[in-house]
């Protein structure tokens, strides 16, 4: 047997070169900091949104209170860390792991829940309390007394006009809050509230292979946070958007404006910028004045000009579009006296989703025969399962 040399060994039988282990995204820092913003928006957003009655700090699908986070984050944290110490800088995958933290975090504490549930529940009884009606009704509901505050009262009336919900408003003369009152219809609500989240994950599960990797639709919202948290070029302490001088005009040019119109609300000598109009007095006459309330008043939101530039051009078009053409619509019935009442247009829009349903349906059809397969254990040998749970637990539990 010929015995082969050293030089031919390295060049007919390479050595395999080990690949490099994939960095973790899920690590003790990347917790503790997601951690520590979680409560920073938590704690600070009631406090500033109905003590102090500021601008909402969660109030859209953008949170202020996450978006000034992540910028700090990236900018006076991690810039820094990029540029010198490289070694410690957080990666994308650790932002991106806290920026879903911030997010989850943001349904708490305003818009997504509190800003909403407790009012209502007091609201609901107040009014009880002031039309004898509306308690009518209310008793007849027979709600159950385990979602409501505790008090001692039972009729709807008299709840009303307890202590726990009439100081829910007002400031209580001894200062006293009934935090003990709230303890049972949070832990009942709290429950509700953690299976309708559960139902949304599985769902998501379940229709992820399905739009991101089969129909690879662009989600707008989700690029925006990408491009925030984009790993820099080696060398570079910032991103190619953070090094981009058009960002940087827009952000100025945006901020300045609103922070005159901040101002302008303590000071008149500061000149106010308008950002909304309002049309009506031009479109006062027939048949301009049956066109909706919308379109001949609205105001400018930079936050929607940003996320359109995401969207592709054919889906924002056709939302400005439809939305004009409803209005010919509008004039249409108005000038001929047709009827079209709100109701009308609800039933439209309903019919509208169930096309909509039904192309979602067809166009995926595949994958979810296949998930049928699967919750039924007749799933094909080799066919692709899920990355995070079995498609027929997920369905099961959904």
Not at 345 to 357: D, M
Request: charged share 15%; aromatic share 14%; proline share 7%.
């Amino acid at each position: 047997m010929e015995k082969r040399s050293p030089q031919n060994m390295s060049v007919s039988d390479p050595s395999p070169v080990p690949s490099e282990p994939t960095p973790r995204a899920v690590t003790l820092r990347s917790i503790l900091i997601g951690l520590a913003g979680v409560v920073f928006i938590c704690g600070l957003a009631p406090y500033n949104d109905f003590a102090v009655a500021n601008t909402y700090m969660v109030g859209n699908f953008l949170p202020i209170a996450l978006v000034l986070l992540v910028l700090t984050l990236v900018l006076l944290v991690n810039g820094p860390l990029r540029k010198f110490v490289p070694h410690l800088a957080i990666r994308e995958a650790e932002l991106a792991v806290i920026v879903v933290m911030l997010l989850v975090s943001c349904s708490l504490p305003s818009s997504g829940l509190m800003r909403y549930l407790p009012s209502s529940i007091v609201g609901l009884y107040t009014r009880a309390a002031e039309s004898p009606d509306d308690a009518k009704l209310i008793a007849d509901a027979n709600i159950p007394a385990w979602l409501l505050p505790d008090t001692t009262a039972t009729a709807p009336a008299e709840i009303g006009n307890s202590s726990v919900f009439k100081y829910f408003r007002d400031r209580s003369p001894d200062g006293v809050i009934p935090w003990g009152a709230w303890i049972r219809p949070l832990a009942a609500w709290g429950i509700f509230v953690a299976l309708l989240w559960g139902t949304m994950l599985f769902l998501c599960i379940l229709v992820r292979k399905q739009w991101v990797e089969n129909e690879r639709l662009a989600f707008p919202l989700a690029t925006i946070y990408s491009s925030l948290i984009e790993s820099p070029a080696p060398g570079q302490a910032l991103n190619q958007l953070f090094r981009s001088v058009g960002f940087w005009i827009a952000a100025a040019t945006v901020f300045g404006l609103h922070s005159m119109n901040a101002l302008n609300a303590y000071s008149p000598l500061v000149p106010a910028v308008p950002l909304d109009y309002d049309a009506g007095g031009l479109f006062a006459d027939e048949p301009w004045v049956f066109t909706s309330w919308g379109f001949k008043a609205s105001a400018i939101y930079f936050c929607i000009i940003g996320i359109a530039f995401f969207l592709q051009t054919k889906v924002a078009f056709s939302l400005w579009a439809y939305f004009v053409i409803m209005q010919v619509a509008e004039v249409l019935f108005g000038t001929y006296q047709v009827n079209f009442t709100e109701q009308m247009k609800n039933e439209q829009t309903f019919g509208g989703l169930i096309i909509y349903a039904a192309v979602i349906i067809w166009i995926g059809r595949h994958h979810w025969w296949m998930i049928l397969r699967h919750m039924v254990g007749a799933g094909r040998s080799g066919e692709d399962e899920s990355r995070y749970l079995p498609y027929g637990f997920t369905a099961w539990a959904t």
